[in-house]
């Protein structure tokens, strides 16, 4: 878990600099946005000059997934008091509720020291974000320009969406948020995400509800 | 707009996100199509992200298998797809990426 985590923090440091943001912005994005792959698009859209709003409204669309963690967490965490229950959500990433849900199907923590077990991985798991974020701030400026960084962006979604599609359903849904992606490419600011987004979940919608 | 007021800006509407079910559960209850629609999500938007990048690279289509970005990612896909591993995956795209450049 946490070594598929360091590389991609090392990338996301240099990647900052390479897109015209300062060290202690790119450094500081970690601890307040703490989410790799937004991190990665806001430097993306930020390079390319995308006005503050475009930037704030495609972070939000693309970290829209961590709502669907929050609901699974929900209902283990609501008799905890308030600053663990922010805690706990501040530490919600794609990462932590893989561990948290593998751990749960193989049934190996009691609820008692669930939480523990919770904050323990999320720390490891942001720790880790911060000081490799920190090296590839360090070593970003001596990589080489024409590395193709940005191509790990691309390749972590495919690590996280090829293991979701697991029926016709979900299939039909990225084929959807594909070809519309592909058709709007041309508009600035990858403007076309938020639409081929949509497409895709309204498909998804209606064919689960028609199958219902 | 400043890059800080920015970044400030996406950690508080990612940090909502997060929060969102947590601190409803208990006292707010959520539409269940808007539960429906979010199962969807994580497939509609990295998907639409994913396929502009390996198909037009250069910003037109480009189907070939030339084309280092479009084999890398369906090598990608295929690792990504028995491995079910984010190092793995970003270990051999990089390594087709490479090869095919």
Known sequence: ?212 | MSVWLLIVLCGVVTFAIRLSFIAAEGTFTFPPGFRRLLTFVPVATLTALVIPDLLMPQGTLWLAWDNARLTAGLAAIAIAAITRSVLWTLVGGFVVLWIGS
């Open chain 1, 1 to 212: 878990m946490l070594v598929g985590v360091i590389p991609f923090g090392m990338i996301y440091g240099a990647l900052a600099l390479s897109q015209g943001l300062n060290p202690a912005a790119a450094l500081a994005m970690s601890t307040i946005l703490f989410a790799g792959s937004a991190q990665f698009l806001f430097c993306q859209l930020f390079g390319v000059g995308a006005p503050g709003l475009v930037i704030v409204a495609e972070v939000g669309l693309l970290n829209l997934r961590h709502a669907l963690y929050s609901a699974a967490l929900a209902p283990q965490i609501v008799h905890l008091p308030w600053r663990w229950k922010l805690a706990l959500a501040y530490l919600l990433t794609d990462e932590a509720y893989a561990t948290i849900a593998r751990r749960e199907a193989s049934g190996a923590v009691s609820s008692l020291h669930w939480r523990w077990f919770y904050l323990g991985a999320g720390l490891g798991l942001w720790g880790s974000w911060q000081l490799s974020t920190a090296v590839g701030v360090l070593l970003g400026a001596r990589l080489p320009a024409d590395w193709p960084l940005d191509f790990a962006l691309p390749l972590t979604f495919i690590a996280i969406v090829v293991p979701l599609i697991r029926n016709r359903t979900l299939l039909a849904v990225a084929a959807v948020s594909g070809c519309v992606a592909l058709l709007l490419a041309g508009l600035p600011f990858k403007l076309g995400l938020l639409v081929a987004a949509l497409a895709g979940m309204t498909i998804g919608w209606r064919l689960a509800g028609s199958l219902r």
